[in-house]
Each structure stands twice: as structure tokens, then as C-alpha cells.
């Protein structure tokens, strides 16, 4: 029991490490986050670090200054747009590049590569309207209520991150 006990607070303290190096660098690989790990004095594996990203809802997305690095559930890349009318401009900082609705579905364009964290912000978002996404490499579907209206959607969407 006391084992047990010690392994469980070795574990607590290393997602707190991970969260911390995460937070503070750009860390691109998992790689890097092991070395890193290991100077922390922090020695891991690679199915251990990827158990504790899982755990942890680390994902990655681009950083202000374009890198492809990991990050924590609640740093979101998305900026608020005031007003419903989304231009091209505002939806390439929100990392969507057009938004189509028909019926109860939506789907947003993404540039390559960015939909899956674009869909993992959203459905972190807990928006009542949105029932669920699914994100292919440049492309998020999303499945709306039925009753959803759809500026007041759009004013959800650019308020994530806020």
C-alpha cells in the first residue's frame, strides 16, 4: 500500500512537471519533452510520456510564433471577433479558414493539418449547440442541434480562448 502510495505522488508530480515545462517552452516532440523530462530529474518512457499527454489533454497547435508544439487544454490560439460577420482575415487567426452550414451540420475549413486541434477546442468549449465534431487534416464536421442559430454558433466560436 505504501508502494502504491509513493508511485501515485511520483506520478502527480511528474504530470506537474510535464505541465510545467510545457508551459513554458516549445516543446515540439516528444523527444524534446523526454529530455527534458530527464533533466528535471524526471527519467520517463515513451508510452509513459504518451499516457501522461493523453491524461493530461495536451494536444498540439502552433505557437504565436508558428511552431508546431504541444499545449495545455486551456491555452487557446483562438482571439475573440466582436461581431458575427466573419471576414477571411478573422477566421485565419481563429485557424479556420470558411464556415458552411446546412441544416443542423457545419463545416469548417481549416489551413492543412490544423483541424484536429481546431475540433479539440471546440468540443473543449462545451458548447450546448454543438453535439460533436469529427476532424479530418483540413476539415472539421460538426453536428448541431437542431435549433441552433447560426450567429449566435459564430459569436461562440470566436468567444473560445477568451
Known amino acids: 500500500m505504501a508502494e502504491r502510495i509513493a508511485k501515485r505522488s511520483d506520478k502527480d508530480t511528474r504530470l506537474e512537471v510535464i505541465k510545467m515545462i510545457i508551459s513554458s517552452q516549445e516543446i515540439g516532440t516528444q523527444d524534446e519533452l523526454l529530455r527534458e523530462l530527464d533533466k528535471a530529474g524526471f527519467p520517463s518512457t515513451q508510452a509513459t510520456l504518451s499516457r501522461d499527454l493523453h491524461q493530461l489533454r495536451i494536444a498540439k497547435g502552433h505557437s504565436d510564433t508558428g511552431a508546431y508544439v504541444y499545449m495545455l487544454p486551456e491555452q487557446r490560439r483562438y482571439q475573440r471577433v466582436?461581431?458575427?460577420?466573419?471576414?477571411?482575415?478573422?477566421?485565419?487567426?481563429?485557424?479556420?479558414?470558411?464556415?458552411?452550414?446546412?441544416?443542423?451540420?457545419?463545416?469548417?475549413?481549416?489551413?492543412?493539418?490544423?483541424?484536429?486541434?481546431?475540433?479539440?477546442?471546440?468540443?473543449?468549449?462545451?458548447?450546448?449547440?454543438?453535439?460533436?465534431?469529427?476532424?479530418?487534416?483540413d476539415t472539421v464536421f460538426m453536428v448541431l442541434d437542431e435549433q441552433t442559430d447560426r450567429p449566435t454558433l459564430l459569436n461562440q466560436l470566436n468567444a473560445i480562448g477568451e
Open 82 to 137: 466582436s461581431d458575427t460577420h466573419i471576414t477571411v482575415q478573422k477566421m485565419n487567426r481563429l485557424g479556420t479558414l470558411s464556415v458552411k452550414f446546412s441544416g443542423n451540420m457545419a463545416v469548417l475549413r481549416t489551413p492543412p493539418g490544423h483541424a484536429a486541434h481546431v475540433a479539440y477546442d471546440i468540443d473543449n468549449a462545451q458548447i450546448p449547440e454543438v453535439l460533436g465534431t469529427v476532424a479530418g487534416d
